[in-house]
């Protein structure tokens, strides 16, 4: 049996520089941390030669054509598994339209374990390579390549897409206090909408061209942030996120609404600087910097949502049970 673990993720700055169609033609740069909620895959030998599947249903087929979790089938063809095996995806939080990441996560997550399964484990990069591939060039979902990279890698890092393909991965210097006052910062709020990514990134990648100057003014923007990461000014990068957020709107007309933005200047009116919905946008979570001595008013003001306790992640996947008999 193994069990691999995976983070979630919340992403600061160029979300949208890291479609192919942008980074083609010119660099494309992101700024994003792992958190402490995660997706766990457990494989298993099966005494049979089915495929058994659980998640929020299960399926028991006796071939991975059968399979209709498309991540899982897609994976077990990418790794050469074909029978005999029994898989459980588990998250910290529901996955659909939470704006976390959660299909990269469980896609690198489900390589991950199955690697080491076969006793030929690999590392971090080809991890996220792979699972970009299945999800951008076989099941043709219209995402970026930045959630992959960072479940893969953990951590807070800048990611870099080059257009010839390669991913640079740089983690980001920052003071152990600096990253504890940040994480004190940081407050994750529940919109009680969901979305599906696909509906609101389709219009995003189709509108990339006419916003390239926006895309571009968002890309400087993670130099910024990581400026003001580095030098401990964590106040200018909450108000980056803020201005970050003006621009993120701009992309495709759903990424907010009338109801998100009523409970964003609810946030800012009650002390918050800046912040975000996490992912495509239209749902999921809002995620927000906010001064430890506002944040009360800020619990206040947005009383009708859940908040999400989290911390910055240091790690990226990793395999946290591996028992073989004999």
């Known amino acids: 049996m193994i069990i691999s673990q995976t983070p979630l993720r919340i992403s600061f700055f160029g979300g949208g520089t890291d479609f192919p169609d942008f980074y083609a033609q010119e660099p494309g740069m992101v700024l994003s941390s792992a958190i402490d909620k995660y997706i766990f895959v457990i494989i298993k030998e099966r005494f049979d030669d089915k495929i058994r599947v659980g998640y929020t249903r299960t399926e028991l087929v006796d071939s991975i054509d059968e399979l209709e979790h498309e991540l899982v089938r897609e994976s077990l063809r990418r790794t050469g598994i074909t029978h005999g095996v029994e898989i459980n995806t588990m998250g910290d939080i529901p996955s659909e339209g939470s704006g976390l990441g959660s299909s990269s996560t469980v896609t690198v997550g489900l ?89 609101v990134l389709t219009e995003q990648r189709s509108n990339i061209e006419e916003r390239r100057p926006v895309l571009r003014e968002m ?60 992912g495509a946008g239209g749902g999921g979570f809002l995620l927000l910097y906010c001064p430890r001595e506002k944040q009360d008013n800020v619990r206040s003001a947005l009383h009708h949502l859940r908040e999400l306790p989290f911390h ?11 028992y073989r008999r004999g």
């Open 111 to 199: 390589l991950h374990a199955m690697y080491m399964y076969l006793g030929t484990p690999k590392d971090h990069a080809a991890l996220a390579r792979e699972a970009c591939e299945i999800e951008i060039n076989v099941l043709k979902k219209p995402i970026g390549v930045q959630d992959q990279y960072i479940a893969a890698f953990g951590g807070q890092r800048v990611l870099q897409f080059c257009p010839d393909g390669e991913v640079q991965v740089q983690p980001i210097a920052m003071e152990p206090n600096v990253a504890r006052r940040l994480n004190q910062n940081l407050m994750l709020f529940y919109t009680n909408m969901t979305r599906k990514a696909e509906s």
């Open 312 to 322: 910055l992640e240091r790690d990226g996947t990793k395999i946290i049970f591996n």
């Open 219 to 278: 890309k400087r923007m993670v130099l910024l942030g990581k400026a003001a990461l580095e030098e401990g000014a964590l106040d200018d990068f909450g108000l980056l996120l803020h201005e970050a957020w003006q621009l993120k709107k701009q992309l495709a007309s759903k990424v907010s609404n009338s109801a998100i933005d009523e409970i964003y200047d609810a946030a800012i009116r009650a002390g918050a600087l800046g912040g975000k919905i996490t």
